[in-house]
């Protein structure tokens, strides 16, 4: 079964940053477009951002525009998300995903059910 990894993860006060990264052993994340969602505990899973997999377009909740940037190294097959300017809501488990699925810069981002693999999260806390 297919499965990525994230990892960058931590413990942070407001106003720092941290960078999670996300890799997907055994298989070419080159040809997905990848999602980052996040899920505080009692809410919903909620998109974060989302970059294609040709060309680079990216869109980002409301929420976090401004603040996190989402990029791929093909060479690497990798995704970040750099998170800047952290705020206490901010705070949950943070997990990758990948599809196959049309995207254009600053759509509305893809609901959940567009990814066909994920991660299985990293947490990210963060303190006033």
């Known amino acids: 079964q297919l499965q990525l990894e994230e990892s960058g993860g931590g413990s942070v006060h407001s106003g720092e940053s941290l960078t999670l990264s996300c890799t997907a052993p055994?298989?070419?994340?080159?040809?997905?477009?990848v999602g980052w969602f996040r899920q505080a505990p009692e809410k919903e899973r909620e998109g974060v951002s989302c970059?294609?997999?040709?060309?680079?377009?990216?869109g980002y909740a409301d929420s976090v525009k401004g603040r996190f940037i989402t990029s791929r190294d093909s060479a690497k097959e990798m995704v970040y998300l750099q998170m800047n300017n952290l705020k206490p809501e901010d705070s949950g488990v943070y997990y990758c995903?990948?599809?196959?699925?049309?995207?254009?810069?600053?759509?509305?981002?893809?609901?959940?059910?567009?990814?066909?693999?994920w991660g299985r999260g990293t947490q990210v806390t963060v303190s006033s």
């Open positions: 995903a990948a599809g196959t699925f049309t995207y254009g810069a600053d759509w509305p981002l893809p609901p959940l059910r567009e990814y066909s693999v």
């Open positions: 055994g298989f070419t994340l080159d040809y997905y477009a």
């Open positions: 970059i294609t997999n040709i060309g680079g377009e990216t």
